[in-house]
T-cell receptor
Framework: GESVGLHLPTLSVQEGDNSIINCAYS??????FIWYKQESGKGPQFIID?????DKRQGQRVTVLLNKTVKHLSLQIAATQPGDSAVYFC???????????FGTGTRLKVLA | ETGVTQSPTHLIKTRGQQVTLRCSSQ?????VSWYQQALGQGPQFIFQ???????GRGNFPPRFSGLQFPNYSSELNVNALELDDSALYLC?????????????FGPGTRLTVT
C-alpha cells in the first residue's frame, strides 16, 4: 500500500550542528509534502511544507528539499538547539485526496 | 498552541465497550480529520469531516464512526473496543478539505483498552 518511510529512526546531533532528516515516499502522484514535529505528550506541529512544483523551500532555520526523481524528501535544521529534540514526521498527500499519509518518524536527540 | 482542543485527555476502557472522543476545531476551520497514532508510529488517517459530512475514510472498520456539528466541532465514536484500539487519537482542523491546507493538530486523547 501507500507508505512514507524514513531512513533513520534515531538521529543524534551536537548542539549547534546542522541536522538532516530524510524521508522516502512511495506515491509518485503525491503533490504536497509536509514536515511535522511532535514533542512528547503533544500533537504534531507544522514545520514547513512544499509542493511538488518546487525543489526547495526555506523557513526560519529549516529547509525542505524535494527530489521527485528518487521520491526523496529531507528536512534540514540549521544550528540545532535543545528545543529541537522531538520526533519528526514527513507526510505526503496524493493529488486530489484529502488525507495525509505519515511515515513512522525519526527521533532527533540534541546533545549538549 | 493551535487552538484545537480535545477531550478527554486520557481514557481507560474495557474491551467491548464504546467510547466517544471530542474535538473542537480552530476558529474558522470547517474541516476536521481524525487520526490514530499507535505508540512509536506515525498518525494513521481515520476519516475527515467537511461541513458535517464524511468526506473520506482510511482503512478503518465501520465500528469507527464520527460526527461533525454545525459549529464544526466533531466526535469520534468507537464501538466494540479491541485491545489494538489503544492509541493516541488526534484530531486536526483545517480551512479546506483538500490539501494543500495546513492541518492544525490538537494534543490528542490517549485511549487505553484493557
Amino acid at each position: 500500500g501507500e507508505s512514507v518511510g524514513l531512513h533513520l529512526p534515531t538521529l543524534s546531533v551536537q548542539e549547534g550542528d546542522n541536522s538532516i532528516i530524510n524521508c522516502a515516499y512511495s506515491n509518485s502522484a503525491s503533490d504536497y509534502f509536509i514536515w511535522y514535529k511532535q514533542e512528547s505528550g503533544k500533537g504534531p506541529q507544522f514545520i514547513i511544507d512544499i509542493r511538488s512544483n518546487m525543489d526547495k523551500r526555506q523557513g526560519q532555520r529549516v529547509t525542505v528539499l524535494l527530489n521527485k526523481t528518487v521520491k526523496h524528501l529531507s528536512l534540514q535544521i540549521a544550528a540545532t538547539q535543545p528545543g529541537d529534540s522531538a520526533v519528526y514526521f514527513c507526510a505526503e498527500t496524493p493529488s486530489g485526496t484529502y488525507k495525509y499519509i505519515f511515515g513512522t518518524g525519526t527521533r532527533l536527540k540534541v546533545l549538549a | 498552541e493551535t487552538g484545537v482542543t480535545q477531550s478527554p485527555t486520557h481514557l481507560i476502557k474495557t474491551r467491548g465497550q464504546q467510547v466517544t472522543l471530542r474535538c473542537s476545531s480552530q476558529s474558522g476551520h470547517n474541516t476536521v480529520s481524525w487520526y490514530q497514532q499507535a505508540l512509536g508510529q506515525g498518525p494513521q488517517f481515520i476519516f475527515q469531516y467537511y461541513r458535517e459530512e464524511e468526506n473520506g475514510r482510511g482503512n478503518f472498520p465501520p465500528r469507527f464512526s464520527g460526527l461533525q456539528f454545525p459549529n464544526y466541532s466533531s466526535e469520534l465514536n468507537v464501538n466494540a473496543l479491541e485491545l489494538d484500539d489503544s492509541a493516541l487519537y488526534l484530531c486536526a482542523s483545517s480551512l479546506a478539505a483538500v490539501p494543500p491546507s495546513e492541518q492544525y493538530f490538537g494534543p490528542g486523547t490517549r485511549l487505553t483498552v484493557t
